[in-house]
């Protein structure tokens, strides 16, 4: 089973950036659906990103609201690894970030992804 792995995490500043990576531990095939989470304390986790295939069709890369225009989800299948970079980042977006994979589609539902990893933590403070 697919299992993955996320890194990147790290202290920033408001209006700071950082990339995040989702490293897998098999084959990402195109029909492998990778989608980032965030979790804060006390709060649901919460769908972030996803992004679909990434052969020769057009990826499909889907954002929440709340970080369309901030953050850029791609993903690299020669290396695994999936990234999202974050820009313009702001102390809401502290959390543990998870990425997890579902077969065919992207979705906002957390329990239709598997192959969780320990998650990142990202702390936007000054």
């Known amino acids: 089973q697919l299992q993955l792995v996320e890194s990147g995490g790290g202290l920033v500043q408001p209006g700071g950036s950082l990339r995040l990576s989702c490293a897998a531990s098999?084959?990402?095939?195109?029909?492998?659906?990778i989608g980032w989470f965030r979790q804060a304390p006390g709060k649901e986790r919460e769908w972030v990103s996803c992004i679909g295939s990434g052969g020769s069709t057009t990826t499909t890369t889907t954002y929440a609201d709340s970080v369309k225009g901030r953050f850029t989800i791609s993903r690299d299948n020669a290396k695994n690894t999936v990234y999202l970079q974050m820009n313009s980042l702001k102390p809401d977006d502290t959390a543990v970030y998870y990425c997890?994979?579902?077969?065919?589609?992207?979705?906002?539902?957390?329990?239709?992804?598997?192959?969780w990893g320990q998650g990142t933590q990202v702390t936007v403070s000054s």
């Open positions: 098999a084959f990402l095939s195109d029909d492998h659906h």
């Open positions: 997890a994979a579902r077969l065919w589609l992207c979705g906002r539902d957390y329990r239709a992804y598997s192959g």
